[in-house]
């Protein structure tokens, strides 16, 4: 029985943790911050994330995860030894702030008994690994451990099922000792033939940043050819439709919206620009990206006042949707935390509906937002609504509704969900992005 420890539970370290413990093997959970531990011990989640609750419970009850805020006695007893925690960007210089994960190694050294393989599960520079080993050799020099990378490449909203089928495992390691444990730890997926793509270190930790980025290529990409489409005429949903039924493009990440957002594409593009800069390159391409995703944030606010007649000021705008994507409650770098701010400077009144956000919006954007859970109610005395997130609650919008609470008939579709002509029909002026 192979036994984990997982530090940080936060929307990987308690996922994988749950689905680890899923798989058979025995998992401790272990955070810094004990509220979080606390409610977790009485099995209320700490994040919105659909199905964890029941793989949690389900798990623990059967006596296969538990959770801690010590590592001791769970990381001297454990054979293999997650690293979860946070990377967030730096303040003020785009890199990877690993003062969580150095701050991870060092404890962990501490506490190291018998042979253990430690992995970087958090997304981390390029030397990570190499510098998590010398800093437990040094604070531990008796220690007999291996350092391994192995990326997660979960996405939030459908989390637990990408862990337990994911595309591929990613195992970055030196020697067999540690590659075959890991190998026997992701053995219940072989079943599922799952792929696993074994490298060395620094491999590992690149292609966990050239994935993303390459993600935050083809949203940027399809961005910018929407508003090609809205000068030319064109509609970008056709002209997704008509590249990604080619194979060797595909159709995934071609959707046109108000930019990318969330806790990973901003600072994991911003670090692999770093990563160019150690290196004496520039990454020409991922400056691009990042150009036209913050101007596509920009677009977006201009288009909501040109839609508003040149100016919000005293104007009442709705918000569908403030999370970066629908199923997560997860706020970071949300284009909302953008798009509204801007429109409250200019003088509107923001009302706002999320089916999962509104705690954690209503930290980031205290007092300047009403918020609602009914969309009807968010909607009323609106002068223009805007969808921004397409939660599956605003895909049928019942707009002979909407025309009787709104003051206005504007409807700014910034997900291209619905079809303009549904939306014209009941008497409203339809804004898309591309079309
Ligand atoms: N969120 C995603 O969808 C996703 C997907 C793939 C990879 N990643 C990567 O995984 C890593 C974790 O991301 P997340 O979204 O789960 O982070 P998170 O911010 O949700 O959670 C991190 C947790 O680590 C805890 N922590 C920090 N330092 C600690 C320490 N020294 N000891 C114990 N606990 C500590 C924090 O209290 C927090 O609960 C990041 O590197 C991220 O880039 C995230």
Redesign the pocket.
């Known amino acids: 029985m192979i036994k984990i420890a997982v ?8 996922v994988s943790g749950a689905c680890f413990a899923e798989f058979g093997w025995n998992v401790t959970c ?4 004990s509220e ?1 531990i606390e409610s977790l011990k009485k099995g209320i989640m ?2 919105y994330e659909p199905g964890l609750e029941s793989v949690v419970i389900k798990n623990t009850l059967a006596g296969r995860l538990s959770f801690s805020v010590d590592y001791a006695p769970h990381v001297d007893n454990a054979d293999i030894v997650f690293i ?4 967030p960007s730096r303040r003020g210089d785009g890199y990877a702030d690993l003062t ?1 994960v150095y ?2 190694a060092s ?1 962990i050294a501490r506490h190291l008994k018998g042979y253990t393989v430690i992995v970087d ?4 520079p390029v030397g990570t690994a190499r510098n998590v080993y010398q800093i437990i050799r040094k604070e531990n020099p008796e220690a007999d451990f291996d350092v391994a990378s192995n ?6 909203g459908s ?1 637990i099922d990408d862990f337990m089928r994911p595309d591929r495992v990613v195992l970055g390691v030196e020697g067999k000792r540690a590659e075959e444990m890991l190998r026997e730890l992701y053995r219940p997926l072989y079943l599922l033939e799952t792929p696993m793509v074994i490298t060395g270190l620094e491999t590992a930790e690149l292609i ?1 940043y050239a994935s993303n980025a390459f993600l935050a290529v083809k949203i940027s990409f399809i961005n910018e050819i929407a508003n090609l489409c809205e000068r030319t005429g064109a509609d970008v949903k056709d002209v997704s439709r008509g590249m990604g039924l080619d194979r060797r493009i595909g159709p995934k990440f071609l959707h046109a919206g108000p930019g990318y957002g ?3 594409f901003p ?2 593009v911003n670090a692999l620009v770093k990563i160019f800069h150690d290196n004496g390159m520039t990454g020409r391409i991922l400056e691009a990206v990042i150009n036209v995703n913050n101007s596509q944030k920009s677009l977006m606010i201009g288009k909501i006042r040109n839609a508003l007649g040149g100016s919000e000021y005293g104007k009442t705008v709705a918000f569908l949707g403030l999370t970066f994507k629908p199923e997560t409650d ?1 706020m970071r770098e949300s284009p909302s935390l953008t798009i509204i701010p801007a429109l409250v400077n200019g003088g509107a009144y923001v009302r706002a509906a999320d089916p999962a956000g509104i705690k954690e919006a209503e930290k980031l954007m205290p007092g300047e937002v009403r918020y609602f859970s009914d969309p009807y109610e968010a909607a009323a005395g609106a002068d223009a609504l805007v969808l921004l997130t397409e939660w599956n609650q605003y895909r049928a919008l019942d707009f002979r509704k909407l025309a009787e609470v709104m003051n206005g008939r504007v409807f700014l579709d910034l997900r291209n969900v619905y079809s303009p002509a549904v939306v014209k029909a009941e008497g409203f002026t339809y804004y898309s992005v591309g079309r």
């Not at 272990?30 to 911050?33: P, V």
């Not at 979860?84 to 990377?87: E, F, H, K, N, S």
């Not at 599960?121 to 981390?124: F, H, L």
């Open positions: 530090i940080g539970t936060g929307y990987v370290g308690l272990i955070d810094k911050n979080r700490p994040i979860a925690v946070g990377t969580y701050q991870a404890e599960k958090s997304t981390v990326p997660e490449f979960l996405r939030e989390a966990k969330g806790s990973c600072k994991d997860d």
